[in-house]
C-alpha cells in the first residue's frame, strides 16, 4: 500500500525553553521504522521572518533521510509578513499557515490578526490551519490551578477543558465562513471540537479535521499517575481527554466527519519534561506518536471493523497528498508516483516499548501496548530503507517535497464569492427629500 503520510510533527524545534529531543534524522529514522515515508514539519520562526525561519529550518533538516515539506507558522502580523507569505508559496512550496490561539504572551495572535491571515491565505491559495483553543482562558484557568496549589501534569488538562478547545474551534470555523476560505483545524482532541466541525461540514463549509493518534488511542487517566516522569510524558496541548473523546473521534473518523489522521509527534525527554516538576506551565509540551501512528491506526480502526482497508490509505495516506496538493505523486501506487510503498502484514503482531523505540526520547506514551498488523517493509522512491527491523538510510539522503498552491479545497471559492456579491442587493440608489 502507499506509504505514510504525516501532515503533522514537529523536529528540532525550539520551544518553551528548550529544543525536542527528535531532530530530522532520528525522528525520520521513527518514522521509516514505522511505515510513514513523508511527513509535514511546521517552520516556527523565532523572530516572525518567514524567510529567515524557512531558511533556518531547511540548514536543520539537511540530516533528513526521507520525504519532507513544510507548513509555515504566523507568529505575528505585518506588512512584511504578508508579503513574505507569498514568498513561501511562490518560491518556496509552501502552500499552508498556522495560525496560533492558544499560548498566549507567545505565539498566539488576536482574531484581528487572525482575520487577516485568513484573507491573505485565500488570496495565495493557501491552506489555513489554526491550533484551537481560547489563549486567553487557559492563561486565566493556568492561573487558577496554581491559585488551588494543583502545580501537578493534571494541572494541565484541568486548565485547558474541552468547552475552550470547542469555542475555539467554532470561532474559527466562523471567521473563515466569514472570508469564504478552507479551514483545517489541527489537532482535533476533544468531542467540542468534533462537533463544531460536523456542523460547518454538513452545512457545507470547507472545513478539515485532523485527529492524532494520541487522542484517538489514550485517555488522560495517565496526567493523574503519582509518577511525575510517568505523568508529565502525558502533557500536549490541547490535552489527551478523559475517556469517552477517543470513542467518539474513531466514530467521527470512521463516518468521515474527521479527514485524515496525525500525530503531533513533539518529543522531550524526561529531563526536560522536569523542568516543569514544580509548576504544569513549564512542562515542555509533546508527545510522540511518528512510528506508532500506522499500527495503531490500524489495529483501533482497522481490525474493531470500524474502517476497511481502503480507508485505513485514505486517512493515513491518500487525504493528506489530496488537502496538500501532492497527489497523485504521493498518497498513490500508480504510474508516475513515487514509488513509496510499504508492505504491511495484517497479521503480524506489535508490541511497543520505549526501550526498543528509534526515537531519542526516553518515553512513549504508547509503552507496552500490542496490537495487531505491523509495518515489514518501508521503500521509498523505489528504494528499500526498512526491512527486517533494520534502517538502511543514511542523513543528508532526504528530499524536500513542494507543494504548490490552490489544492481542490479552493474549487468553487470564485463562484460562492461572485455568488454572494450579486445577492447583497447593495450598495442602495437613494435620495433625499427635504422637508
Known sequence: ?????????????????????????????????????????????????????????KKKAKKSCMNYGFHMAI???????????????????????????AYKGSLMISDELLLQGLERCKSLGALAMVHAENGDAVFEGQ????????????????????????EATARAIRLAKFVNTPLYVVHVMSIDAMEEIARARKSGQKVIGEP????????????????FVTAAKYVMSPPIRESGHDKALQAALSTGVLQLVGTDHCTFNSTQKAFGIDDFRKIPNGVNGIEERMHLVWDTMVESGQISVTDFVRITSTECARIFNIY???????????????????????????SMHHSRTDTNVYDGRKGKGKVEVTIV??????????????PG?????????????????????????????????????AS
Open 1 to 57: 500500500m502507499p506509504g505514510g503520510i504525516d501532515p503533522h510533527t514537529h523536529l528540532a524545534m525550539e520551544f518553551m525553553g528548550t529544543e525536542t529531543i527528535d531532530d530530522f534524522f532520528s525522528g525520520q529514522a521513527a518514522a521509516l521504522a514505522g511505515g510513514t515515508t513523508m511527513h509535514i514539519d511546521f517552520v516556527i520562526p523565532v523572530n516572525g521572518s518567514l524567510v529567515a525561519g524557512f531558511e533556518a529550518y
Open 75 to 101: 507568529t505575528k502580523w505585518d506588512e512584511s509578513v504578508s508579503r513574505e507569505m507569498e514568498i513561501m508559496v511562490k518560491e518556496k512550496g509552501i502552500n499552508s499557515f498556522k495560525f496560533f490561539m
Open 143 to 166: 492561573k487558577r490551578m496554581i491559585d488551588l496549589g494543583i502545580t501537578g501534569p493534571e494541572g494541565h488538562a484541568l486548565s485547558r477543558p474541552p468547552v475552550l478547545e470547542g
Open 212 to 227: 492524532v493518534v494520541s487522542g484517538l488511542v489514550l485517555n488522560d487517566s495517565g496526567l493523574w499517575d503519582p509518577d
Open 328 to 354: 497523485p505523486r504521493k498518497g498513490a501506487i500508480l504510474v508516475g508516483s513515487d514509488a513509496d510503498i510499504i508492505i504491511f502484514n495484517p497479521n503480524s503482531s506489535f508490541e511497543i516499548s520505549a
Open 381 to 394: 522512491g523505489g528504494r528499500v530503507v526498512w526491512q527486517d527491523n533494520e534502517l538502511k538510510v543514511v
Open 397 to 433: 539522503s532526504g528530499k524536500y517535497i513542494e507543494m504548490p498552491p490552490f489544492s481542490y479545497l479552493f474549487n468553487g471559492i470564485d463562484k460562492a464569492d461572485a455568488k454572494y456579491l450579486s445577492s447583497l442587493q447593495a450598495p442602495v440608489k437613494r435620495y433625499f427629500t
